[in-house]
Each structure stands twice: as C-alpha cells, then as structure tokens.
C-alpha cells in the first residue's frame, strides 16, 4: 500500500472513531476528546524530539507539564492583595541567597586546590548560605500563608491574558531541562532516567509542599480562560440569536462554542510545533542528531559535540512539554499538584510516541490521538462489555459482581495490549521512521 494512502487512513480511523463518539455519545465530549488529543500530540512530540532524534531517555516528563502548569497560574492568576508586602520580597531575597550560596560554592569549588581546606570552606559556606536562607524564608512563607488562606493563601500570578503563560510554561520547563542536562546528561541512559524520574518526582513535592507558590494540594482554582465563558455567552442576544437560527439550544451551543474555541487554539500551536519539527528533522541538525543517536563514537570521531547537542534537545524537548502543560492547566481552569501521576504523565506519553512511530513526527501526533481516544473511552466500553457479558446473571451473583467492577482496570489492560500488538506486528510504530 503506498504510504501516504496508509497513513492517511490511519488518521481517517481515528477521525471516524471521535465522530462515532460524537454520534452516539455527544459532541461536547467528541471535542473534549479532540482538545486533550491535540495537547497529548504536543508532549508526544517533545518526547520523540528526545528520543526518536537523539536516543535520551527522559521519564520525567510530568515534571516538565507540571512546571508548565505552574506557568498558567503564575501569568494568569490575579496577585494576591497584600501578598508581596506580606513576605514576597522575603521569598524573592531568600531564593537570591540560595543562588548566590550556590555560585560562591561552585566558585570556591573551581579556584581553590583539592584539600582540606577546600572542603572546610564549601562546607562552611552551605551551612551559612542554608542558614540564612531559611532565617529569610520561613518567616516570608508563614505571613504569605497566613493571608486568606481558604481562598488564596499564596502570592498569586501577574494578572496577565493566560495564553501568554504557554511560551512561559516552555521557558520554565527550558530552565529546569537546562539544569538537569547540565548535570544528568553525562549518565548512561539507565541513570538518565532515574535521574529525570527523580528530579520529577521534586518538582511535584515541591508544588505540592510549598504553598506560598501555588497553594499546594489546596489546588487553584478558577484560572482565566482564553475564550469566553458559557455564561457570557448565554447572556449575549446576539450568540442566542444565531444559535436559535442553526436550532440549537444556548446552553449547548455555548457549551460546543468554547470546545470550538479551544480546539482552534490547540491546533494552531500543533501545527506551528509540527512544522518546526519537521523542518528540524530534514535540516543538517536533525541528520546530525540521529546520527550521534547511531553512532556517539562514530559523531565524536567527526568532530561533533555531542554533549551539547544532546543538552539543545533535551531542553527543546522539555520546553515542548511545559507548553503542553500550560495548555492543559489552561483547559482544565485548574492546577491540582496531586493529578500529576507518573502513570498519566510519563508512561502513557511514551506508549504514545512508540505505538505512533519513535522518530516520526507524524507518528508521535498519531500516537497522541489514538491513545488518549483508548484511555478515554476503554472503561466505559469495558463496563458496557461487562455488562453485556453478565446480562443472564442474576443479580448479587459473585461472579458478576467481579467482572462489573473489573472493568476498571480495562483502561490499563488496553495499554498494555495494544503496546504488545504493536510491538509485535509492527516494531518500530503505526508511522515507522524512514
């Protein structure tokens, strides 16, 4: 079959498979699908840019979406009244001291001669620097938290469109991936990953723990949207009118309109990130990445620097996760620290990348769709499956009982059984690498 009529019907199935939905289920949930697809596409493309470009084994990609998360209420969210007076300018002069603690150290580390004296002085310097950090901090965090804590509690953002936090959501997860890369990346591929699973794993305590930046698990709420509201839009004779003219009622209608919205959105950002991938994969840097990705020895005897090639793309590949991110927290209207499961954010990003095409850009995309489409619609499915089996049953009967609420587990069972079909019809993905 010639490849672009194939791939082009593998797009086309999951098309049909999101209109079925939108045919027997609803539309809204048909465009919900359609939204979360276009995000996941984007984080499996940071991954692939990772590891079907260069071969680096990043499993803390929930890092990464968190601290594009972290962006949206940041550059969203109002200020808090009250809150930099209170300990912001603390907090921001405490973090100034942890960096300058951390600079004198690196320095006395370089200048000074191995010895004793070396190692008296760097350890005198954290105590003093970790000291005073915390003499600054602690008091700063405590009057921030003290303010209104049921409902703010934390400093609060700039105020600013929301939309603008997405470019900043890549900034941030660009200078965590900057900083892991600087000491990570000489690993083996095996320490690489445990290194970025750990570091992962610090960000989300951290988000978790430290309520002065983003309320902990008390969670934000109520995150500017890019698009209009429901009710504004149920309020405008104008909207009401045109939605009674194409015989829709304003509640669905509103309700279908900002999915509309969104989806325009996300899309656009898709394509933008798709095309410069594209162009990154055909051009001289992208045939030189996937040739230290062969061969590092062989691209090290031409002349090549592959360390920092490899810390370009696992920056590149990490920024793209915080837009995604940013985008996601965008769409939910919420940041919740506690959802960031590795299971959601990690493993299912990287079924996506292998089940679509690791080193494909079009296969990463495929892979976004298909498998958010299964982990989204697998468990109603299987409980209607469950259903159907047990239907002569009666009811109380153990058997039945047990194989209705198995179908809870239907979702990972599906993962596992279509990365194994996948793995075993067709190793290198759906939309193989040329």
């Known amino acids: 079959m010639n490849e672009t009529l ?73 200020p808090t009244l009250g809150g930099w ?5 603390g907090v921001t002069a405490a973090l100034l001291m942890g960096a300058v603690t951390i600079f004198a150290t690196a320095l006395v580390a370089k200048r000074m001669r191995k010895g004793w004296l070396r190692m008296v002085t760097i350890t005198a310097i954290l105590v003093a620097g970790f000291m005073l950090f915390r003499a600054v901090l602690d008091p700063a965090v405590e009057a921030i938290e003290a303010l209104n804590p049921a409902q703010t509690g934390y400093l609060g953002g700039l105020g ?36 970025t699973l750990g570091i992962a794993e610090i960000i989300i305590a951290v988000l978790k723990n430290e309520d002065w930046l983003a309320r902990g698990v008390k969670n934000v709420i109520g995150i500017p949207r890019p698009v209009p509201y429901e009710i504004d839009l149920q309020n405008d004779p104008g909207f009401v009118e045109r939605a009674a003219s194409l015989g829709f009622d304003p509640v669905e209608a509103s309700t279908l309109w900002v999915k509309v919205l969104y989806v325009a959105l996300f899309a656009g950002v898709l394509l933008i990130l798709l095309w410069l991938s594209q162009r990154a994969l055909h051009s001289p840097w992208g045939r030189m990445l996937r040739a230290i990705r062969d061969n590092e020895t062989a691209a090290e005897a031409m002349g090549k620097d592959v360390t920092a090639r490899h810390l370009q793309v696992f920056i590149l590949g990490s920024a793209i996760c915080g837009i995604a991110g940013a985008m996601m927290t965008t769409l939910d209207g919420q940041l919740t620290p506690g959802s960031y499961q590795p299971l959601r954010f990690t493993f299912l990003i990287w079924v996506m990348v292998i089940v679509g095409g690791s080193g494909n850009n079009l296969g990463a995309v495929l892979g976004g769709f298909l498998m958010w489409y299964l982990w989204v619609m697998v468990e109603p499915m299987g409980l209607w499956l469950m259903n159907l089996v047990t239907m002569g049953m009666t009811d109380g009967y153990w058997l039945k009982d047990h194989l209705i609420e198995s179908a809870a587990h239907m979702r990972l069972m599906t993962m596992g059984a279509v990365l194994l079909l996948v793995l075993r019809f067709s190793p290198r993905g759906l939309i193989p690498e040329k």
């Open 6 to 78: 194939r791939n082009t019907g593998l797009f086309a199935i999951i098309a049909a498979l999101i209109v079925f939905t939108g045919f027997t289920q609803s539309w809204n949930a048909a465009l919900l699908i359609i939204s979360m697809g276009l995000i996941s596409s984007i984080m499996a493309l940071g991954v692939n840019l990772q590891w079907g470009f260069a071969g680096l084994f990043n499993v803390g990609i929930m890092g990464f979406v968190a601290l594009g998360g972290l962006a949206a209420v940041l550059i969203g969210m109002p």
């Open 85 to 89: 007076s209170a300990g912001g300018w």
């Open 160 to 195: 600013l469109p929301v939309i603008l936090a997405w470019p900043v959501g890549g900034l941030l997860a660009a200078g965590a991936a900057w900083i892991i890369g600087k000491t990570a990346l000489g690993l083996r591929s095996d320490y690489l990953a445990i290194a």
